[in-house]
């Protein structure tokens, strides 16, 4: 038995009665990096809901919120104060790990060392406004006479810089920051605060009567037919921002944990997150909250894709995408 562990641990695969001793009878906590009721902590319950039944030993699941600062909170304690023992992990939500790439001040991570664990998968997000605007194509929105305010998390997140991208370019856009979750943000535009916010569709699928109110107007990936693409409307030189941007549409929303977790209890917890992404009840489950199903990203091909973006995130970029950002 001893030689068959061995061998698994050395083929990266973890020994099913080894991970089964480790995690009976254990607790497992997973941090949401936002507040219930947006979309981040709707996609991280859908998977705690199911994850335990394909950990083997099945531990039980609990879920603390930790919001703040757009995810970077929730990660700054993870990698602070969290043992790499495999009992807590994350889902800080979309966008953190561009504030570490592009050497935002209050970083205290590296996102190149986290633990990945696995991501339902990409997803696209959209301009949308809400329909009281009567705006019902990019081509109105740029002629509008007055500022069409965006609400939006953090300054660096593509809830804000993908406006403003389009408002360097334009567009008579106004960014409003400070809302602390998606869910508030819709409260927001429901009592008329905001005109809008760009945003992914499953962070609407909790409040389907404001979702039938609200207009797509640009989006990233072209799933929503004559809604033009973001690409295509900023500038060349704006291209590796778009780039960083939408790395967290490509990613989704990683299952993650600290820097230096054991090979073994990593490969236990993908094994665990590609069977549950496999599963017919997380998928119904998962359709519910509107999060991709059945393409699964694996942790070490997430590790890949953060290293890409912080391999090609030069100085230069850094500086355009901070002054975007309104980084003094």
């Excluded at 480790?22 to 947006?38: D, E, H, R, S």
């Excluded at 962070?203 to 072209?222: E, F, I, N």
């Excluded at 990203?297 to 100085?315: C, F, H, K």
């Amino acid at each position: 038995m001893l030689l068959s562990a061995l061998t698994c641990l050395s083929l990266g695969v973890a020994s099913p009665t080894w991970a089964a001793d480790f995690y009976q009878g254990k607790t497992l906590t997973v941090i949401v990096g936002y507040a219930p009721g947006g979309g981040v902590d709707a996609s991280a319950r859908a998977i705690t809901r199911h994850l335990g039944r394909f950990i083997p030993g099945r531990p039980n699941i609990v879920v603390q919120n930790m919001e703040g600062a757009a995810g970077i909170v929730s990660v700054n304690h993870l990698d602070r104060r969290v043992a790499p023992d495999g009992l807590t992990l994350a889902v800080p939500g979309r966008s953190w790990y561009i504030e570490a790439i592009v050497k935002r001040p209050g970083i205290g991570f590296d996102p190149t060392r986290l633990t990945y664990i696995g991501s339902p998968g990409a997803v696209s997000a959209a301009a949308f406004v809400h329909a009281r605007m009567g705006l019902t194509t990019f081509a109105a929105l740029k002629a509008a006479t007055k500022p069409v305010t965006f609400g939006a998390l953090g300054a660096t997140t593509p809830t804000a810089m993908s406006p403003a991208l389009l408002a360097d370019d334009g567009a008579p856009i106004k960014i409003v920051l400070g809302y602390v979750s998606t869910a508030r943000l819709l409260l927001a535009l429901e009592q008329g605060e905001i005109d809008g916010t760009f945003t992914v569709g499953n962070a609407l699928a909790a409040r389907p009567d404001l979702a039938a109110k609200m207009v797509p107007l640009v989006q990233t990936a072209p799933v929503r037919p004559g809604v033009p693409l973001l690409r295509d409307l900023v500038r060349s030189n704006h291209q590796p921002i778009v780039d960083l941007v939408q790395a967290s549409d490509s990613i989704g929303v990683p299952l993650i944990g600290p820097a230096g977790m054991p090979a073994d209890v990593s490969a236990t917890l993908r094994q665990a997150f590609l069977a549950m992404a496999a599963d017919k009840d997380y998928q119904a489950d998962a359709e519910r909250v509107d999060l991709p199903v059945g393409q699964p990203i694996e942790g070490a091909r997430i590790a890949q894709m953060i290293g890409a973006l912080a391999a090609v995130a030069t100085p230069p970029v850094i500086a355009e995408f901070n002054r975007l950002a309104g980084a003094k």
